[in-house]
């Protein structure tokens, strides 16, 4: 069944149907979770995007990720690998809210990048307003080609990336995981 690119303007509710998500998590896991990160496009206030709630749960190790799994299944979550991307495990489950889970360890890659391109459009209005035109424009364009519409936004987000990384403090960890940081 097709699955269009469906890019929607911001959404103030996002927000609280990202805590709607995350408290159980938070409650079921507990200490096994560093925190629980709303990432993605509805993270950035007056971003256009897919309505889709994406959150990252950050662990320590991924020694923890056996507990991690039961605790998720508990709260009918099914893990479903990393589906390509080393360090980023996948869980799905069925709900009221469409969202993407998404587990990595403290030290993933991966991680730190969605945290930082999260952090940077927070911080830069004007580019995350051109990311969200962009997105609109390839939405139109792509339809149903979730692969292409992806492909096609990727030189954005990496010089954003990059500027983001040109940016950053001295202390290497992305802003979110510092101590003073406000976690979502």
């Not at 709607?20 to 496009?41: D, T």
């Not at 020694?63 to 893990?79: D, S």
């Not at 996948?90 to 945290?115: G, M, Q």
């Amino acid at each position: 069944m097709p699955d269009p690119v469906i890019i929607t303007p911001y959404n103030p509710d996002w927000p609280a149907q990202f805590e709607a998500i995350a408290v159980p998590i938070r409650e079921k896991l507990g200490p096994l979770a560093l925190s629980v990160e709303h990432i993605g496009s509805t993270s950035v206030v007056g971003l256009s995007a897919k309505p889709i709630i994406d959150l990252d749960v950050v662990i320590s190790s991924r020694l923890l990720l056996p507990q991690v799994i039961e605790k998720l299944a508990e709260l009918g979550y099914t893990h479903a690998g990393d589906q390509g991307i080393s360090g980023r495990e996948v869980f799905k489950k069925t709900a009221d809210i469409r969202h993407h889970l998404y587990v990595c360890s403290v030290d993933t890659p991966n991680l730190h990048e969605h945290l930082l391109f999260r952090d940077y459009l927070r911080t830069h209005p004007a580019e995350a307003a051109a990311y969200g035109a962009l997105k609109m424009k390839l939405a139109e364009q792509y339809g149903e080609d979730r692969d292409g519409f992806t492909d096609a936004k990727t030189e954005f987000v990496q010089s954003i990336l990059a500027q983001a990384k040109a940016d950053l403090p001295l202390d290497p960890r992305p802003l979110a995981l510092l101590p003073e940081a406000n976690h979502d």
